[in-house]
C-alpha cells in the first residue's frame, strides 16, 4: 500500500486512523503461522507470511504460479502466457494475455488503431465510430508489493474466469476487451514476503527512474499495449473511509502533476471508481467475514469504499510519476490504485470484484474513454493543449552533448526513447539565444503524442510546498536536474526551427585517444565506474588535486576494449605531480533488512556500485557480534532504528537485541574510526545515529521527515566536492543540516538566499537557508552528509559526492 499521510489527515478531520501494517504484529490471539516453510517443487525457501500484516491466509506462492497458469491454459483457446521479464533475483514475470477466441483477429485490429492514433489520431478517432466492436487493452498488475498478497490471487481467480467462463458478463467483456495480467509484478517480494524486489528497491517508487528489471519489464508492457484501463491491486487500507468504508479506490485528492491532461481523466475516473465501488457493495453478501472479529473489516455490511478525491482533500495525491498507474496515465490510461481491506480471501475477493466493476464499466462506455485517450495524443501532436495555460509546454527542449563527456545526455536520450518518447538530432547547426549548436545535437520536438511524459521527465519541477499541506511521495524528480546533463527550453513562441531526423538510440561507443598515460575526468557516473573498474582490474590508477583519475599505462587493446564499452571519449594527459595512488578500497555499508517495509540503505548500495565500488553489506548485529574486519570505508545511509533495540515486533529482527549488543556496536565503531577507518553517514537517520554512537557532537538539525525537494547548495573547493559547481543541485528526502560545527570542515551549505530550495515541497524551511550540508570532523575520519546523494538509484549527478568521500583523504 501507499501510506495516507497522517498529518493530512488530522488536518482535515480523522481523529483515528487504523494503520494495520505500520503496528506490525501479528493479529493477537492467533497460533503465529510458521513464517518459513521449503516449497516442495524448489529449494528456494517462500515465506508464509509478512509480520507486517495483521491478518494471514494461504496465498499461492511464487513457486506454484507458472504451474497454475499451465493448467489453466491447458483447459482454454483464449489464453496466452509468456515469461515477460525476469525480477532482480533473475525469477520469471508471468504475463497473461486473454482474448476471446472467436474474434482473435480482433487484436490485430486493435494494433492497427493503435499505429493509427499515434500518426493520425483524428482518423483513429474516426476509426472507433466506424468500428464500435474494436476491443481495447486494460492492464491489471498484480501485487507490485510483495507483502500485499492478495492482488496476484484475485488475478488468478480472474485469469481463471476470463480463460474458461463462457457466462453473458464474461462473453461480454471479452468482446470489449483484451485483458493483460501481470500476475505477479514482484516475483522477489512474494518468496521473501518483502515490500520491496531483490535489490531493495520498492519498484512502486520506481517508474520515473527505471532502474529495476521488473520496473523496465513493465514499462515496456505498458508500451506496448497503451492499455486504456490500468489497475494496480495493492493491500491494505482499512477505514480511512470509515467503518462501513474499507478499501480504497483512486482516483486521488490533490495536487495533480500538471503535465497531465487531466480534464480528460476526470471524465471518467470518479465514475469508473464509482462503478468499482458499487460492484463490491452490491455482492458483500458472498464475503466470508472470516477475520472480522480482529480486523473490524465487516464486509457484509460494508456501505462502499474510500475514495480519496470524492471523500478528502489531500493526503492521497497522484503528484509523482512514481507509481505504476500515475506512470500509465502519461500513456492516455484511466490508471488507479487499489487498496484492498484485508490480507485473506475476502481481501482477495474485494479486489476481483473492484476488477469486475471496473471492466463492466469499461465495455459499456468504451467508445468515449477509448476516444479521449487518443484525445491526449492528439492534443501533443498538435501541440493544443486546451486544458493548460498557454506557453506551459515548452516547443522543445535541446539537449546539447558535452564534448568530453556525453554519458548523461546519452542515458537520458536512451530513457526517453525506452519511454516511448520521440527525440531528434539536428541535422545542421543552428542558433537559439545567441548560442550555437553543432548538426547532431538531440532535441526532444514537444509536438507529439507523449508530451506529458517527455516533459515531466525533463521540466524542472515546481516549489508545490503552499499548494498541499503535506506530499505522499517525493514531489521533485527532474532528470537533467539530477541525472546532471542540460536540457535547454525553446519556449512556446519562439520561431527557431530546426531541421530533424529521428533517432532510434543514442550514441554511446568510447574512445581512447593518445598513446598513454590518461586521464579520466571527475564528471559523471561513468567516469568514476570506468576509473574504479580499472583499479578492479589492477591498473595502476592515479586521483589528481582536482578528483580526477589517471592511468599509467601504454595504449593497448584490453584499456581500450574497457573505455569503448564506457562510452567516453579518453585522452593522454601527462600525470601531475602531485597526484596520489589510488588503491581497490574495502567498502561496507550498514544493511536495512526492511525495517518498515523498506531497505533504506539500498540507493546508497546501489549508487556506489554504480560507481563501479564493490559493497559489502553488514547487518546491525553482524556488526556488533564481528566488527568491520578488513573494512576500509563504512557507510550508514538509513533510519536511526537500526542501532536500536526497542523497535516493534515486526521490525525487530533488522535492528538490535539488547544493551550489550549496542555497546559492542558502538565500541567496534570508534575502534574502526580510531584505527583510522573512514566513517560517512548520509541522511537525517544515520546523522542521528552518528551523535547516538558519540562519533560527533554537532548539532543535528532536521526537518519534517516527508519533506523532500531539489536545494541550491554552495559547493566548497574541496576534495569531497570535486566536479561540482560552485552553486550546483543538491536532493533532499527528510532534510538535515548541522550547526555548531567547530572543529569540522563544512564541504557543503544549503545556498543563503530564499531561492535556496527550487522544487518540491519543505514546510518551514528557513532556519536551513544558508547552513552547513556536508561536513568532516578534522581530528578524524568521520563525514556527515545531509544530502540524498544516492537517492533509490534516480540521483545520478550526486552519486560522485559519494566517491569523492570515499577517496578524499
Ligand atoms: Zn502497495
New binding site residues.
Partial sequence: ??WKKQAAACLIGFSILAAPDAAGAASPGKAIPQWQNVNAFETQKEKDGSLFNSENYNFMKYSQIGQQLLKIQKQSHRMTVTKYGKSANGKDMYVVTIADEKSKGQLGFYKKLRKQMFKNPEKAQAFIDKHPDVKVPVIINGS??GT?FAGSDAVLQLIERFAKGNDPETAGILKNQILIFNVAANPDGRIYAT?FNGSGIDL?RDFITQSQPETQAMVSLIKEWNPMVFLDL??YVKNYGGPDRPGLIEPCTPPHNPNYEYDLFSKWAMNQAKAMESEIVSSRKEYKNTNTATSKVDYQNMKGAYIPQRDDTAGWDDYPPIFTPMYAMYHGSYGYTL?TPTNDWDGVKWHYDAVMGALTYASQNKSGMVKDQIEVFKRGINFDHPFHKKGFFPKAYILPSDPTDASATEKAVSHLIKNDIEVSQTKKAFTFNGKTYPAGTYVVNMSQAKAGLANTMLWDGEDITEETPVMYDISAWSLPELWGFDAIQVPAESSVKFSLQDVKRAHNEGKLIGKGPYKIPNTSVKSVQLANQLINKGYRVKRGADGSFYIKEKWNHNLMQYVRQSGLTIKSETIPYRSQNINKLHITILKDGGMGKTQSHSGTKLALERLGFIVKELSPRDLAAKGLGAADVFFYNGTSNLISYKNSKANEEFGLENEAQFQALKKNLTDFVEGGGKYIAIGAGASSATKTLGLTNVTVNKGNPDSNGIVNVNYGTTDLTNGYHQTDYGFVYGPVWYTNTNGYETAASFKNGGDFFTAGHWKNRQAAQGQAVIIKDKSKDVTLMGLEAGFRDHTDYLFRLLSNAVYSK
Avoid: P, S
Fill in positions: 500500500m501507499r507490485i508489493h500485499e515490500r512502486n495493492h493491500g487498496e
